[in-house]
């Protein structure tokens, strides 16, 4: 079993740059699949970038190029890293650890504010 916690939001200009870190407690953080979502206000959660377990990624086409996703096995810890930031992008991060056919775990979520 994994539990996700998520840090590093914050309030930034457009135009700037955070990182959002997913860090892990419990085992076998190595086998788990890491993906970001993101939940905007008033809006439906949406997928933000996956990185498998094996380290290759995927993200979203709404945020290619302005965002990274990597995550540091050693230290139990994926990462977002978000560069170019956009008021669209303001929403609750949540980082999620899975596995096919295995239970999904979700992190409490890390409040992104991006202002114009």
């Known amino acids: 079993q994994a539990q996700l916690v998520e840090s590093g939001g914050g309030v930034v200009q457009a135009g700037g740059s955070l990182r959002v870190s997913c860090a892990a407690s419990?085992?076998?953080?190595?086998?788990?699949?890491i993906s970001w979502y993101r939940q905007g206000p008033g809006k439906q959660r949406e997928w933000v970038a996956t990185?498998?377990?094996?380290?290759?990624?995927n993200v979203a086409d709404s945020v290619k190029g302005r965002f990274t996703i990597s995550r540091d096995n050693a230290k139990n810890t994926a990462y977002l890293q978000m560069n170019s930031l956009k008021p669209e992008d303001t929403a609750i991060y949540l980082c999620?650890?899975?596995?096919?056919?295995?239970?999904?775990?979700w992190g409490q979520g890390t409040q992104v504010t991006v202002f114009s």
């Open positions: 419990g085992s076998m953080f190595n086998t788990y699949t």
């Open positions: 990185i498998s377990s094996g380290g290759v990624t």
């Open positions: 999620k650890a899975w596995k096919t056919w295995g239970t999904d775990y």
